[in-house]
């Protein structure tokens, strides 16, 4: 069976004075996740949304939230983030003291878990715990600093990910966020890609024709294949 190719717009690019209308676009237009990027000015140099956040949207969308946490320690946090509405749970590899106890926090809160490995980790930071998640996300840019250049080196890694996964008969996605566009679309599915986070890339200009282009995209690619 085929890898499933799914859209997760990030809503870092949304606009935040009208968030319930920007999800329930997202919906009609048939966007799978909801990608959300929580800072917290210490692992990464800025800060977004939290907890707050997420608990005030979540009354406004059913779809899957993918809450993407670049925070130091997140194990502080997961309970609140799960109660708050995550489905998801991403954390990074190199803020976890431990990443095991993490991963079942994560668990015992009723969440998928997920791990994140930034641009300069290698992927076997991740091997040990592939049996555990649902999906490792591979940072394309460095965390924290947005209009980026995909950094073509995370493919490489991306690639010997999803080898290594095909290996072992593992079913783990992998997500890919930063610096990619409908130009650069193909050359990261090659790598073993299958779930795309993009931000202005959906909610610059027509968010419906954003949307369609990539899914459109992800169909021709299956024929391809």
Same mark, same amino acid.
């Given at each position: 069976?085929?890898?499933?190719?799914?859209?997760?717009?990030?809503?870092?690019?949304?606009? $935040?004075?009208?968030?319930?209308?920007? +999800?329930?676009?997202?919906?009609?237009?048939?966007?799978? %996740?909801? &990608?959300?990027?929580?800072?917290?000015? =210490?692992?990464?140099?800025?800060?977004?949304?939290?907890?707050?956040?997420? @608990?005030?949207? @979540?009354? !406004?969308?059913? =779809? $899957?939230?993918?809450? &993407? +946490?670049?925070?130091?320690? *997140?194990?502080?946090?997961?309970?609140? $983030?799960?109660?708050?509405?995550?489905?998801?749970?991403?954390? &990074?590899?190199?803020?976890?003291?431990?990443?095991?106890?993490?991963?079942?926090?994560?668990?015992?809160?009723?969440? #998928? *878990?997920?791990?994140?490995?930034?641009?300069?980790? *290698? %992927?076997?930071?991740?091997?040990? %715990?592939?049996?555990?998640?649902?999906?490792?996300?591979?940072?394309?840019? !460095?965390?924290? !600093?947005?209009?980026?250049?995909?950094?073509?080196?995370?493919?490489? #890694?991306?690639?010997?990910?999803?080898? %290594?996964?095909?290996?072992?008969?593992?079913?783990?996605?992998?997500?890919?966020?930063?610096?990619? #566009?409908?130009?650069? +679309?193909? &050359?990261? +599915?090659?790598?073993?890609?299958?779930?795309?986070?993009?931000?202005?890339?959906?909610?610059?200009?027509?968010?419906?024709?954003?949307?369609?282009? $990539? #899914?459109?995209?992800?169909?021709? !690619?299956?024929?391809?294949?």
């Amino acid at each position: 069976m085929g890898l499933e190719y799914r859209l997760a717009p990030s809503i870092l690019a949304a606009d $935040f004075a009208k968030l319930a209308d920007e +999800l329930a676009r997202l919906k009609n237009a048939k966007a799978d %996740y909801v &990608h959300i990027d929580v800072m917290d000015g =210490m692992f990464v140099p800025n800060i977004s949304v939290g907890i707050p956040v997420v @608990r005030s949207i @979540r009354q !406004y969308s059913d =779809m $899957f939230f993918d809450v &993407h +946490l670049m925070i130091e320690e *997140p194990i502080r946090y997961i309970e609140r $983030f799960a109660k708050a509405g995550a489905d998801g749970i991403t954390v &990074h590899a190199e803020a976890c003291r431990d990443m095991g106890k993490t991963i079942d926090e994560i668990e015992k809160n009723g969440a #998928k *878990p997920a791990v994140c490995i930034s641009p300069d980790t *290698p %992927y076997e930071a991740v091997i040990p %715990y592939l049996d555990r998640v649902y999906m490792v996300l591979v940072m394309s840019v !460095y965390p924290g !600093y947005g209009g980026q250049e995909l950094i073509e080196s995370t493919l490489v #890694k991306a690639g010997k990910l999803r080898e %290594y996964i095909k290996a072992h008969g593992l079913n783990v996605d992998i997500e890919m966020d930063g610096g990619i #566009k409908l130009s650069n +679309l193909t &050359h990261v +599915l090659d790598s073993g890609v299958n779930v795309i986070v993009a931000g202005t890339g959906v909610f610059a200009g027509d968010l419906y024709e954003n949307v369609k282009n $990539f #899914k459109d995209a992800f169909d021709a !690619y299956k024929k391809r294949m």
